[in-house]
């Protein structure tokens, strides 16, 4: 190993990514593969990690260094492939020595504390777009699509306004889709037209956690069983509070004598 290497700089280096990564909807086995590869790229063999859902905790052992340990705590969790790209173009750049371990920190905090928000508004509209066609998808008409659309970029706007508070993503999704269950029956009501059943479920299926249950399962038979088994648990629980909203806002419209 280089002794002009720091290792507290490297430690905080791959807690950073770790972190960055496993906040990003990123597997254990990948989070721990990628600080095996950074340490080994500065000669440190000797590497033990472990990603959970919710913590993540690097040991490493530098020659004739005892051992350093760091322990990171992880409460948001979400989905961001274009954070991922990018904390795998940094990690490339370390292991390859075309950046420093300082240069390396640096980048990393821009990229923690990049919040988008230039294209929170496309974001937002994206959401729309993937609601209407999903509501295109299930056969549904002109109508359909552009209450389906609305009904995306409303959901989407409040869903952003709920992670800013620090809500759970049980109350995202129940919230969620009781927005959309309550906009598609009162306009199908009022206008007399439509399918409120296809703009719910085409609103609702941007919403699934299908990525977040993908990664449950490949995390589960590459033998991380504490991350598989959380991220499934997780994964269903958003599930049932986007059938819990859109069950609730049924049952009302039903005893109203809104639907039949």
Request: hydrophobic content about 45%.
């Amino acid at each position: 190993m280089d002794d002009n290497v720091s290792i507290e700089k490297l430690l905080k280096v791959i807690r950073m990514i770790s972190q960055i990564m496993l906040e990003s909807g990123a597997e254990a086995y990948r989070i721990e593969g990628t600080c095996d590869f950074i340490c080994r790229s500065f000669g440190i063999s000797e590497v033990d990690s472990i990603a959970t859902p919710t913590g993540i905790y690097i040991t490493i052992s530098p020659p004739n260094k005892g051992n350093r340990t760091v322990i990171s705590r992880i409460k948001n969790r979400s989905i961001d492939l274009s954070k991922l790209n990018d904390v795998n173009s940094i990690s490339r750049l370390i292991t390859s020595k075309q950046i420093t371990l300082d240069e390396a920190i640096k980048k990393l905090c821009d990229l923690k504390n990049n919040v988008n928000i230039q294209k929170r508004p496309f974001y937002i509209f994206y959401e729309g777009i993937a609601a209407a066609f999903f509501t295109l998808l299930f056969r549904g008409g002109l109508l359909e699509f552009i209450l389906a659309l609305l009904t995306g970029i409303i959901v989407q706007y409040v869903s952003s306004k709920l992670k800013n508070l620090d809500s759970h993503q049980f109350f995202i999704g129940f919230f969620g889709a009781a927005i959309i269950s309550s906009i598609a029956i009162s306009v199908t009501y009022f206008l007399k037209a439509g399918d409120y059943n296809k703009i719910i479920v085409g609103g609702i299926m941007p919403l699934l956690p299908g990525l977040a249950m993908t990664n449950a399962i490949r995390d589960t038979m590459r033998g991380d069983l504490i991350s598989g088994v959380v991220r499934a648990a997780e994964a269903i629980l958003v599930a049932t509070s986007l059938a819990a909203g859109a069950g609730v806002i049924l049952s009302v419209a039903y005893s109203l004598g809104l639907i039949v």
